[in-house]
Every structure is written in C-alpha cells, then in structure tokens.
C-alpha cells in the first residue's frame, strides 16, 4: 500500500506521488509572532512533523519550508500596547516559538522565511500581477482583482455570494470604498500615519498577510509544490487566496496536495481568549505537562478531526505516556547491563518484520497516527513488564535470558516511535539534572535535525551539527535501525 493522503482541493484521499521521484517540497504555514503559541498551534505543527519524519523515514528526500508572518496588523497592536516596536515583538516571539517547537521535539523546518525579508519577493509578485491586469492600484493600496480569476472558491468551496463571512479580520473599512469588487482583498497596504512601511512602486507601505506567503512559497521552492500544510481555519480566505495569486501569476498550479489539520476544541468548546479556555504551549508544560504527553495525546486523534482537550483526556494521555516510556526508556536505563548493543542486534523476527508492516500500513492509511500508537502500544507491553520486574527488584543478570530476546523488538520500538517524535524522557531528563549543560530537548532537536539531513544525503550538514555537539561536550552514538544516543562527555 502506498501513501493516501486527503487533498483539501479534490476532496478525496489520493494516493500520493510526488512531482520529482524521491523528492517532496513543503511549505507550511507558519505563526503570526504577535503572542505565544497555543494548543492550536501545538496541534498543527506537531502532525506536520510527523508527516515530514514518516516522509523521511519512508525514503524521500524533503523539503520543508515554514515561514514567519512578521509583517501584520496584531504585532502593530501588541507593539502599540507595549510601547516597542513592530521588530522587538516579532523578535521575542520567534524565539518564543523556537523554544516551544524544541520541547515538543519538532524538527527544526530546513528554512524559515520572514515577510520582513522577502519584501523583493513580494513586490516583485504584485508587480506581475498588476502587469497581468488581476491586481490594480488605489490610492497607495493595491487589491488582488478577484472577478478576473477563474475558479476563485475551488478549496474552500465557497461561491463568492459565501466569501464575505471569512473575509473580514484582517480588512479596514476604508478600504471598501476603494475596491473594484467587495470581495476584492489588499496586496499592498499604504503608509498609515505611525506605522512602519516599506517602499514600493506604489509608495511607502507594507504587504498584505496573503501575498507574503505565496511570494515566499514561490522564492523558497518555486511555482508548484507538492504539498501545502495548515490548520482548517486557513483554508478560507489566506490559502483561498493564495491560490488565485500564485495561479493568476503563473498559470500553474500553486500545490498539488493541500492537508489542512482540524482544529482543537477545550471541553467541547471552541479555544478563545473571550471564552478563558486559551492555553498557551508554555503555560502547559510549566505546569507540569511532559512533552511527550501532549504528542502522545495529539496523536490519538486523527489530524482532520477536531480535538477535544479536557484534563481527563490529558490524565488519560499522561498514563498512557508512563507505560511507553517506561518501554522506550529501558535501554537507557539497563540497556548496557542487560549486554544490548554488546553483539550485533539480531535480525528482526517474522513477528516483528510483520508489525513494522502494519505500522506503514497504518501512516500510509491518510496518518492514521491512533493505528501507529496502537501497535507501538503492543510492541511496549513485554518490554513494559521487563521494566517493571527491574524496577521490583529483579537484576540484570536475572533478566539476561529474557533481554536478549526483546532487545530487537526495543530497537523497533524506538525506530518506529521515532518517526511520531516520541523519545524516552526519563534517562534525558535525569541526565538534564543531574548535569548542567545544553537541555536535553535542544539536543535531541538537534540530533533530529542532523538524522534529517543524513536521510536527504547532505553529510556535510549532519558531520557539522555532529561537530557542533561535540564541542558542547555531547557525544553521539549511532546505533542499528536509524537510532542515535547521546552521551555528555
């Protein structure tokens, strides 16, 4: 079975070939660096990285592109709020959102394009545009021509009569009086007295919030894509009219597959700051929230539907995570008095040859992550009950016979929870405090990073980060099956 994933555009789970055999390209929309990132935004990105480590554990060689939004009315708010600036608050965010993204062990995207310096990019798009005649000029503002682009509503589905519903929020009134057509949407923004801007053909502005992704899609990976990633509430109006830009300028098509996440919901819900349910990634973990808890309970939904976070759930995902852990983390904590990776690791039996089958089976089936949990849930139990003998009291040496056995269904287990993102955090976190020095999370990051890079062939990058982990006194360990362990020298 191959690869079936549902495109927002034709409605339909399809099987899934990229446009260069061996390779994938993948823009994913990135944050809007006004605040810190929420559930929401946890939700998004931790399913789009597992999409692109079963795409590089499947073979391919990826591309992954996210983006900054550093240009937008709310930093202009939060930066008027604070006294500061469009630049101080996009700052803090960005490294914000780092931080977060290397706790939840997110691999770190290949590029990470900001409007703010893609301004050629986009400048250089509008002008196309207008040149083309779907775009013109009003008074410093340029606005994207929506009658003169045929098919406009093909993602969402929306005729033009529906699109006033999704299309405010990020508009100014003033600008109606302007437009050709209501519908019409803002390339181009003019200088407004006390905002920043940029110059232009136009005059002095700033970029609309839709123009600056399709610049940077086209910049970062050219005309057409393989696939675009973003959360439902995207899809109508930015990756709507994204579409008409790209495809206006180009005549091609922007993304041959657009995946868009469902969204999460807090006791049935909508999350909102109006509501009080909104909970920011790091106020979760700082309460005491593991990381890998909030993956595990993500992962237990399929990535179309909603999410419903309730603390009950969360307890029930945390539990779930102890016993895994425990599995994935014994050999860390026994391994070398067990004798695992003394002798060459035995070849994988029929049994287990069979559920790494069924694990593909299951991600190939549109991610279905819930399938892949259960069967590394079964591939846990025996290891789970080794774990718990140990901690009863049992030696090492009793177990031996046993270990010895299991040792090549625990390097699948890793292998395949590698490729959701999910590590053992015991033996990371006892080395964390016990020893000052880079974080755990951070290296780990890190260490994914470089198996990316080895997975696309680029050494160079993966001998570098190895390089740069040893003069922080991180010593890598590169065992069977695609497995990395580190030591603090």
């Known amino acids: 079975m191959s690869l079936r994933l549902t495109n927002t555009l034709s409605r339909r789970c399809e099987p899934f070939e990229p446009l260069e055999a061996g390779k994938v390209s993948i823009y994913c929309c990135g944050v809007t660096v006004y605040d810190l990132c929420h559930l929401g935004h946890a939700r998004s990105y931790i399913v789009w990285d597992v999409l692109r480590r079963y795409l590089l554990w499947s073979g391919y060689a990826v591309t992954f592109v996210q983006n900054f939004t550093d240009i937008d009315d709310k930093i202009l708010k939060r930066a008027e709020e604070e006294g500061s600036s469009m630049e101080v608050v996009s700052e803090r965010n960005i490294a914000a959102y780092q931080a977060d993204m290397a706790a939840l062990h997110i691999l770190p995207p290949d590029r990470m394009p900001r409007a703010t310096r893609s301004l050629d990019a986009i400048r250089q798009l509008i002008a196309e545009l207008e040149a083309k005649g779907a775009a013109y000029s009003a008074d410093g503002d340029v606005y994207f021509a929506v009658m003169r682009q045929a098919g406009y509503g093909k993602l969402s589905g929306r005729t033009l009569e529906e699109q006033q519903e999704g299309a405010s929020g990020r508009t100014r009134e003033a600008e109606e009086a302007r437009k050709r057509h209501p519908f019409d949407f803002a390339l181009w923004k003019g200088a407004k007295p006390g905002e920043p801007s940029f110059p232009s053909p136009w005059g002095p502005g700033r970029p609309g919030w839709h123009i600056e992704c399709s610049a940077m899609v086209r910049e970062e990976l050219g005309t057409t894509i393989d696939i675009h990633l973003g959360g439902a509430d995207l899809i109508f109006p930015h990756h709507e009219n994204e579409i008409a830009q790209s495809e206006a300028a180009s005549g091609e098509p922007l993304a041959r597959w657009w995946l868009h996440n469902g969204m999460v919901n807090v006791g049935g819900e909508k999350m909102s700051k109006s509501l009080g349910n909104f909970t920011t990634i790091r106020a979760l973990l700082e309460s005491g929230v593991s990381p890998m808890t909030l993956r595990l309970f993500v992962l237990q939904a399929h990535y179309r539907k909603p999410l419903d976070f309730t603390g009950e759930a969360l307890a029930a995902a945390a539990t779930g995570w102890k016993g895994l852990d425990a599995a ?47 069967l590394l849930f079964e591939l846990a139990r025996p290891l789970r009950a080794l774990a718990n003998r140990l901690e009863r009291g049992d030696t090492e040496a009793e177990a031996a016979p046993e270990a010895a056995e299991l040792e090549p269904r625990w390097q699948l287990l890793r292998e395949l929870a590698g490729v959701l993102g999910l590590e053992a955090e015991a033996a990371a976190t006892t080395a964390e405090s016990a020893q000052a020095g880079v974080p755990a999370a951070a290296i780990e990051a890190r260490i994914e990073e470089r198996r990316a890079a080895k997975a696309a062939r680029d050494f160079a990058t993966a001998d570098r980060l190895r390089a740069e982990l040893a003069a922080e006194g991180i010593e890598l360990i590169d065992r069977p099956g695609g497995v990395t362990d580190w030591v603090r020298s």
Do not use: I, K, V, Y
């Not at 695992?340 to 694990?359: N, V």
């Open 328 to 374: 994935l983390g014994l050999g860390e904590r026994h391994g070398a008095a067990l004798g695992w990776g003394a002798m060459p690791t035995a070849e994988p039996t029929d049994a287990l040859a069979e559920a790494r089958g069924r694990f593909a089976a299951a991600m190939d089936d549109d991610l279905n992550t819930s399938a892949a949990l259960a």
